[in-house]
C-alpha cells in the first residue's frame, strides 16, 4: 500500500519540511513544517547527524540539562 504522502522538500538550514500528497487525485495540498531544530537530508550521513542533532544535545546533557532525541 502507497503511503499517502511523501516528503517533498526539506530545506536543513531552516529545519523545515515539506509533506505532498503521493496519491494522484488526491485533494490534499502540500503542507511545510518549520518548527524542528534540524531537518537532514535522506542521504546525511550518520557523523553528519550527530554533528548536527546529537552534539548539542549531549553538551546539554553534560551540563544537567535533560534532553530528549525523537527520531
Avoid: N
Avoid at 23 to 41: M, N, S, V, Y
Avoid at 58 to 64: E, Y
Amino acid at each position: 500500500m502507497a503511503a499517502a504522502q511523501t516528503i517533498t522538500a526539506w530545506d536543513e538550514a531552516a529545519g523545515s519540511v515539506t509533506l505532498g500528497s503521493s496519491i494522484e487525485g488526491a485533494k490534499g495540498k502540500a503542507r511545510t513544517f518549520d518548527h524542528f531544530q534540524a531537518a537532514l537530508p535522506p542521504d546525511a550521513t550518520q557523523k553528519h547527524t550527530y554533528e548536527v542533532i546529537c552534539a548539542p544535545l549531549v553538551a546539554q546533557w553534560l551540563d544537567g540539562y535533560d534532553v530528549d532525541i525523537i527520531c
